[in-house]
């Protein structure tokens, strides 16, 4: 039997640059507070959290004084910033320099004045961490579409400007991009920026040919992790025997057929390696035992 860990999954460079801070901190033994779980990845956050990290929400940072505060590689909006300074909260800021860089982009649009009614469209999660952070950056002016399907809601007789959140399919960005130059106004204008991480994007295809080369893939992902969905939907739209897994004790004998003799294990930008690690060394394992 094959089992395989695919060295394209794993943390991207954002999220690791941020567990790397988090845990420059906490070997200080000082006190550190994450704004948000730092990885949508729970065994990684209860990791961290053995570590000393403690996680709080936003209405628990509004009442924090004179302490660390981790803003995670997903970004903040500019409150967050005005909060801590008027609260003495130092900043440890892990903001992924991609997201960073999208948000001076659209806080620069939000800005200008060359279109008094132009519409800010984000191509993005609505709720999502990043996508809150790039809406703060036009005072909540933004307009967030998710899907292909609400690029019809937008007014066609006014200016767009279109962004997208760093980790959706590019394939959706260039439809939604192609959709509105047929249907804008001759009087309106279109600009669109093509604002998706390649890192996260160029995994798609790559997430593709790695589970059509396995009998079974084991997908192992956070619930909450939005890239994780994307990235296992394109597992199994070329293998039907793909499953999401949040732990390796979520695998069992019933799910690899008596034929396999290839098995896959791949993740999202969030999932951490060594959780994969423990995925195989569990097949091993039940293989083990089971002959």
Known sequence: MK???????????????????????????????????????????????????????????????????????????PQTYLDAQNNHIEIIDATCP???????????????QDSPHKQIVIFGKNGHAEVLGLVGQTAGRA??????????????????????????????????????????????????YDTIC?????????????????????????????NGRVLFNECCSVNAHSYMIDTADEINLDLIPEQCTSIGICGATSTPKWLMEQCKIRIEQMLGSHK
């Open 143 to 192: 307009i967030v579409i998710e899907s292909f399907n609400e690029v019809k809601n937008l007014d066609f007789e006014h200016d767009i400007r279109l962004y997208s959140q760093t980790t959706k399919p590019l394939d959706e960005f260039r439809s939604i991009v192609e959709y509105i130059e047929q249907h804008i106004s001759p009087e309106a204008t279109f600009k669109y």
């Open 3 to 77: 089992i395989e860990i695919d060295q394209g999954s794993g943390f991207c460079f954002g999220v690791t640059r941020a567990i790397n801070k988090a845990e420059e901190e906490l070997d200080k033994g000082e006190t550190l507070y994450c704004l948000g779980d730092i990885v949508h990845n729970g065994k990684e956050c209860d990791r961290l959290k053995k570590l000393g990290l403690i996680t709080i929400g936003h209405e628990e940072f509004r009442q924090l004084r004179n302490t660390k505060v981790l803003l995670r590689a997903h970004g903040e909006p």
């Open 98 to 112: 991609v997201v960073l860089h999208l948000q001076e982009r659209i806080k620069k649009e939000a800005a200008s």
């Open 198 to 226: 390649r890192q996260v994007a160029n995994r798609m295809p790559h997430i593709r040919e790695f589970a059509s080369r396995h009998d079974v893939i084991f997908f192992v992902c956070g619930k909450k992790s939005s």
